[in-house]
């Protein structure tokens, strides 16, 4: 006899039914989703020692669940050492260390940041909860003691920063962000980070300076910062970033503090002498005739160049006068057109600014006006010597120009550049 369609649809729906019961209640059982909890230790010692500093958290939770840990004192004073936390079902373990998320004491001073903070001596109640929003929460309870726990923080005092504005632009003013800070706590080598953080939240590292203080121990840290320059990279976009140090002791500790350093007129200073050609006025003169030239620099790059003295146009009235007899001395920083040749006792003698103060930017640093040639700017720059001296083993000679980065570089494209053999005749 055959059974009919609809009591075979009726069966096997019902057989998928309790199977998909079954199998609901096999991954959502029924009762609290925390169903064990336990302590390795129930005192520990937080100090760093490597002894008894430790107790593993094992708890078991059979379904997917969100987990709080946290330590009642006796006032009742709830610290969370897990708050909110997704977990999957199964078997977990934790390493507790006696840190909790931060806190305030009526006795703190440290003016910074608590991120992390050990628990004090004491006796405390531990729960463990487990919330899936199905059935009444899952918490498990017990007992825990800290004692002989190091609770000094590893403040972070004096954060100093300066210049207020940095401008890294190898112009030999304010290239360098100084940043000092005091450590009050030794701490391990990797313990402690400075960084400087843009408006994105984007995090750049900055090296500790070097010195006779350890990494990591306690006194005053000092970091040098030039923003890449040193290394031909560019520095960050002008604006102003957030300064941030951190520190972080061997219990898990952590402090930090912030300052601000504004960044302007940054940029890898880039310029040549245009298509390498120098115009000389003359390959053979008279002595005591004046050799001209001509060049033009460009800034190609994306700062500001600073340039000094004597002005473009000078004339220098002997072979025996150079730009220090003027007091016009080298300056870090600053960009000079040289002329140079092969009887000179020194490199580039004769040096020029790159235009007069008619002719460039001045821009205010430290309270001083200087002088620039701004980004995408091109100089021509003109100027003379009297050639009052013959020297006959070297008669002609070869002239030569340059563009000078003082104290910096003499950069390959523009050293030695529109070398001209220059020949000298007697007065008749």
């Known amino acids: 006899m055959r059974i009919p369609l609809l009591l075979t649809s009726l069966i096997a729906i019902l057989t998928v039914s309790l199977l998909l019961g079954g199998a609901w209640l096999a991954l959502h059982p029924r009762g609290p989703a925390l169903v064990a909890a336990t302590f390795s230790h129930t005192a520990i010692t937080p100090n760093a020692d490597g002894n008894q500093d430790v107790t593993r958290i094992s708890y078991q939770l059979q379904r997917p669940a969100t987990l709080s840990i946290y330590f009642l004192?006796?006032?009742g004073q709830?610290?969370?050492?897990r708050r909110d936390k997704p977990r999957e079902a199964g078997e977990h373990q934790i390493d507790f260390s006696g840190i909790v998320d931060p806190y305030h004491l009526p006795s703190d001073r440290f003016p910074g940041e608590i991120q992390a903070r050990v628990l004090p001596d004491g006796?405390?109640?531990?729960?463990?909860?487990?919330?899936d929003g199905q059935d009444p929460?899952?918490?498990?309870?017990?007992?825990?003691?800290?004692?002989?726990?190091d609770t000094s923080l590893p403040e972070l005092l004096n954060?100093?920063?300066?210049?207020d504005v940095f401008t890294p632009n190898q112009d030999g003013l304010d290239d360098r962000a100084n940043i000092n800070i005091y450590l009050t706590k030794e701490i391990d080598p990797d313990g402690l980070h400075a960084f400087l953080i843009d408006a994105q939240g984007v995090r750049l590292p900055i090296a500790e300076k070097a010195s006779d203080l350890k990494p990591g121990q306690r006194g005053l840290h000092a970091y040098d910062y030039d923003g890449g320059i040193d290394l031909g990279v560019n520095p960050p976009a002008d604006g102003t970033y957030t300064v941030r140090v951190e520190a972080a002791d061997r219990l898990g500790q952590k402090t930090a503090v912030t300052g601000t350093l504004a960044i302007a007129n940054g940029g890898l200073p880039r310029a040549e002498v245009l298509n390498g050609e120098v115009n000389f006025s003359a390959t053979t003169l008279v002595l005591g005739q004046t050799l001209y030239f001509t060049l033009t620099v460009e800034n190609y790059g994306m700062a500001p160049i600073r340039t000094s003295g004597p002005d473009a146009g000078w004339i220098y009235d002997s072979m025996n006068s150079n730009a220090n007899t003027l007091?016009?001395?080298?300056?870090?920083?600053?960009?000079?057109?040289?002329?140079?040749?092969?009887?000179?006792?020194r490199d580039y003698p004769w040096r020029w600014a790159l235009g007069t103060p008619q002719t460039l930017t001045p821009l205010t640093e430290n309270g001083q006006i200087h002088y620039y040639l701004m980004p995408g700017q091109r100089a021509t720059v003109t100027g003379g010597i009297v050639l009052d001296n013959i020297i006959e083993s070297r008669n002609p000679q070869y002239f030569w120009a340059g563009l000078i980065h003082e104290d910096v570089e003499i950069s390959a494209v523009n050293n030695g550049v529109g070398r001209e053999f220059i020949t000298l005749v007697p007065m008749q």
């Open 78 to 81: 709830r610290f969370y050492f």
């Open 73 to 75: 004192d006796q006032a």
């Open 159 to 163: 954060l100093t920063v300066s210049p």
């Open 327 to 345: 007091g016009q001395y080298e300056e870090s920083g600053a960009w000079r057109v040289g002329i140079d040749c092969d009887t000179c006792i």
């Open 137 to 149: 929460s899952g918490r498990l309870t017990g007992t825990l003691t800290l004692t002989n726990t």
């Open 123 to 131: 006796d405390y109640t531990w729960v463990i909860e487990a919330q």
